[in-house]
């Protein structure tokens, strides 16, 4: 028998797929918070998330469009083997005085929408220009779970430069906004 909290979860990913199938939600991937972008050096699929890209979209009240879009997209991605690249860079929580999309509420919201393929095939996390804060917090949540599985969070590596990130994904193969580039710069000064 499943717990509560992972039939919660099923339930919430089967609810999140359906209305994705009828929802139009085209407009959000404008935005560029998550998308595919290439392959590691493992030749699984890369997926990039953008963390300050999805701050406007907590300030319109669209993160409930986001995870529709983020199902509709990433379902047939996410049923097979893959890494994902969180840029952390200039987010909310990173000391810009954006609003706090990323709370850990929303964090499980997504796990649960995303089903339990994410969980299984997600092979590891880079999570590019973290704070202490937020190690911190993915420390203590992968010994304790809290509503995300602790198989998340035991594979995210953190990455304090970009030249690391190239280590595990070819350089061509990856979008780098900007802003994450220029970031990374001031790192040398």
């Known amino acids: 028998r499943r717990q509560p909290e992972l039939r919660d979860q099923h339930t919430l990913h089967h609810l999140y797929k359906e209305r994705a199938s009828f929802v139009d939600v085209e407009d959000i991937g404008s935005a560029k918070v998550l998308f595919k972008c290439g ?64 709370e850990m509420n929303f964090v499980k919201q997504m796990h649960a929408a995303l089903g339990p393929e994410h969980k299984n ?24 779970g809290a509503g995300v599985s ?12 970009l030249e690391n990130l190239f280590q595990y994904i070819p350089r061509e193969q990856l979008y780098v906004p900007d802003f994450v580039i220029d970031y990374n710069k001031t790192l040398d000064s």
């Open 121 to 144: 095939n997600l092979k590891v996390l880079y999570v590019v220009h973290p704070t202490f804060a937020l190690r911190a917090t993915m420390s203590t949540l992968s010994f304790f």
């Open 39 to 102: 392959e590691d050096f493992e030749h699984r699929a890369v997926l990039v998330m953008v963390g300050a890209h999805l701050d406007p979209l907590a300030r319109c009240g669209d993160l409930d469009r986001f995870l529709l879009y983020a199902v509709k997209q990433l379902g047939p991605i996410t049923n097979q083997k893959y890494s994902l690249v969180y840029f952390h860079t200039e987010t909310w929580a990173s000391g810009s005085g954006a609003s706090g999309a990323m």
């Open 150 to 161: 602790w198989r998340v969070w035991k594979k995210a590596v953190f990455i304090d430069r």
